[in-house]
Nanobody, 127 residues
Framework: QVQLMESGGGSVQAGGSLRLSCAASANTNVYCMGWFRQAPGKEREGVAV???????TYADSVKGRFTISKDNAKNSLYLQMNSLKPEDTAVYYCAAYPSLMFCSRRLAGLGYGMDYWGKGTLVTISS
């Protein structure tokens, strides 16, 4: 069982930045790690995942604005969010899957899910 704990959420104005962190209880070096979000009244969606050789895959809506990274020495995952928009408002979840295979496919789900989830951190962007 992997424990994931997010931090760094908060409220900022549009155009601002936030950095989310996720502390994992397992060796992130061998896990597909990702960030997902759920806005009020909407389904959960993938934001970004990072897998083998630190290759990252992003949702089109965040490309060029968000950067996912991880520090395997600290078993930590990060999401740097810049140029934030009101539509980025959501609860952001850290997630993990115990394999690096098919990591990019886990962004959209479609049969490739994540096994472990954090409790989420709220990000609110005001216009």
């Amino acid at each position: 069982q992997v424990q994931l704990m997010e931090s760094g959420g908060g409220s900022v104005q549009a155009g601002g930045s936030l950095r989310l962190s996720c502390a994992a209880s397992a060796n992130t070096n061998v896990y597909c790690m990702g960030w997902f979000r759920q806005a009020p009244g909407k389904e959960r969606e993938g934001v970004a995942v990072i897998g083998m050789n630190e290759i990252a895959t992003y949702a089109d809506s965040v490309k060029g604005r968000f950067t996912i990274s991880k520090d395997n020495a600290k078993n930590s995952l990060y999401l740097q969010m810049n140029s934030l928009k009101p539509e980025d408002t959501a609860v952001y979840y850290c997630a993990a899957y115990p394999s690096l295979m098919f990591c990019s496919r886990r962004l959209a789900g479609l049969g490739y899910g994540m096994d472990y989830w954090g409790k989420g951190t709220l990000v609110t962007i005001s216009s």
